[in-house]
T-cell receptor, first 115, second 110 residues
Framework: DVKVTQSSRYLVKRTGEKVFLECVQD?????MFWYRQDPGLGLRLIYF???????EKGDIPEGYSVSREKKERFSLILESASTNQTSMYLC??????????????FGDGTRLSIL | RKEVEQDPGPFNVPEGATVAFNCTYS??????FFWYRQDCRKEPKLLMS???SGNEDGRFTAQLNRASQYISLLIRDSKLSDSATYLC???????????FGRGTSLIVHP
């Protein structure tokens, strides 16, 4: 079974802090994704990566950056946390896209609160 | 038109009922589709993949209508444990980035 592990289930930070959310997958997947999920808005794609050191902006990249130095690890960075970034953050991985698309496997999620 | 649309519900049905959800999509080039199940405060989990006209897995049947650009999920003999939000996913655009619908909430009651 694919295992996607997010570093924290719950996290509380203060406004203005730099916040790191880590995600590791163990299935050698090329693609990794970061989403946030808010009530009534569904899952919104922040960034994704299709290879080491490669990244693409999703629908809502503002206020976030990412890092992928190793294939198995994809980090989401909140440069200066703000209260409107309080949300559930979900990491996912998949085999290469293209052709028919591929299903994603999700981590347990991180509930981030910015005070 | 939104890329992937779902009726948010909730669909409130008794145990044993048959219930169906639809999901409409705008990208006619999409070739594959997915249904995920998400329990409250949990991560989405893959329920079914649909690569051709449809797929069946036990009590669950997914069907694809390319002409009208929608996929459906049929659940027969509903169980209390089927209560969840069901997310439709359609790879979109030239790079087939997954696009999620906002989900349909199902509540199965005794």
């Amino acid at each position: 079974d694919v295992k996607v592990t997010q570093s924290s289930r719950y996290l509380v930070k203060r406004t203005g802090e730099k916040v790191f959310l880590e995600c590791v997958q163990d299935m050698d997947h090329e693609n990794m994704f970061w989403y946030r999920q808010d009530p009534g808005l569904g899952l919104r794609l922040i960034y994704f990566s299709y290879d080491v050191k490669m990244k693409e902006k999703g629908d809502i990249p503002e206020g976030y950056s990412v890092s992928r130095e190793k294939k198995e690890r994809f980090s989401l960075i909140l440069e200066s946390a703000s209260t409107n970034q309080t949300s559930m953050y979900l990491c996912a991985s998949s085999r290469p896209l293209g052709g028919f698309g591929q299903p994603q496997h999700f981590g347990d999620g991180t509930r981030l609160s910015i005070l | 038109r939104k890329e992937v649309e779902q009726d948010p519900g909730p669909f409130n049905v008794p145990e044993g009922a048959t219930v169906a959800f639809n999901c409409t999509y705008s990208n006619s080039a999409s070739q594959s589709f997915f249904w995920y199940r998400q329990d409250c405060r949990k991560e989405p989990k893959l329920l079914m993949s649909v690569y051709s006209s449809g797929n069946e897995d036990g009590r669950f049947t997914a069907q694809l209508n390319r002409a009208s650009q929608y996929i459906s999920l049929l659940i027969r003999d509903s169980k209390l444990s089927d209560s969840a939000t069901y997310l439709c996913v359609v790879p979109s655009g030239g790079s087939y980035i997954p696009t999620f619908g906002r989900g349909t909430s199902l509540i199965v009651h005794p």
